[in-house]
């Protein structure tokens, strides 16, 4: 069976790549046209673990290709993925121009039976919407499914994510276009993994659902964090009970700076904007959000209040990405912390393994770029773990501590141990404990 994915960034590229190693033959298409030639060329536009050595390996096996001829990819396949991107408007809502964009060039090239798969997280509704811009095109007997089958990759285990996911989701109106996404699946089945068979509406809302409840569940243990702070409770014996109840589960129960990424601040928004259009006000998403906001405040205070003032401080952090193992700096609470350091007359230094070149692109030069975690720590008053990359949990304490000009640590991912770090000499503060 022949695929295309329309769409080569991150969701489109992963999804197409692990689908080759499937077995199926799939050619990724996109517009950007420099995209394509560094894929040709056996680069990965972003980092990703494990995806480049898959990349490499189907494309030598002939199974996954890449072209800018999208209206080709869509006449030599018999499954459609829409894997473009879904920015987010001025008010939160979801901006479909791409997502419109493809369905149109999928009536343009629609040569026979499809089916039209869209792995865009995409409010609910869109199904209705990709159909009639189809049917715009193509004509009312144009020969068609579409379907609704939302991706679950979490940045830096997308490839182990897609290969064993916890469940598919597939929203189909059609038991023909259901059978043939099963069958696009089938090594996921022989090995067991959950399958929700539904329909279009119910799929795309279970995306928005999903990642919604996430970001909640981190802003409530935030919360927890700022309270037990000052109730003197320690937040990582709270999280630890709470996630023992099966109710609940330990996951995503981590105290921090707050969520970013790619995902969840964004379909949050779509999530609270789509209950707007129907007249219902979705309460606890728009307080997620609030509060959210707010914790990159308290971050930024919590860091005032270690340096005694920002003005004329040196600040550096470790780790801009929003999360390890990956270059992304979408949403990252890095980019309003740094913003909130230096609008109160600080200076940064940052160190990331990965994102230093998209950080670059956001903050220019008002950030000094360094090499390393040692390198970072060179003269500065406070120096912020921003992001919990693993070669950050186990620095050499006393080479750190004679590298700053004063021994103060804002621990944002409670990383060390409060009692370790102040017998090494440094005045630590971290995050509900």
Known sequence: MKVAMIGTGYVGLVSGTCFADFGLDVICADVDTNKISILEQGRVPFYEPGLAEKIEHNAAAGRLTFTGDVGGAIRDSQVVFIAVGTPA???GSTNLEYIDAVAREIGRNLDGYKVIATKSTVPPRTGERIRARILEIAGASADFDVVSNPEFLREGSAVADFMRPDRIVIGAE?????????????????????FIITDVPTAEMIKYASNSFLATKITFINEVANLSERVGADVHEVAKAMGLDGRISSKFLHPGPGFGGSCFPKDLSSLVATAQEVGYEFLIGQATIEANARQRQLMIEKIERAAGTLVDRSVGFLGLAFKPNTDDMRDSPTIDIIRGVIERGGSVRGYDPAALENARAIFGDSVTYCEDAYSTAQDVDVLVLATEWNEFRNLDLARLRALMRTPVVVDLRNIYDPVRMKEAGFKYTSVGR
């Open 89 to 91: 408007n001025r008010d």
């Open 174 to 194: 059609s038991e023909r276009a259901a059978e043939i996404m099963k069958e696009l699946y089938r090594p996921l089945y022989l090995i067991e993994t959950p």
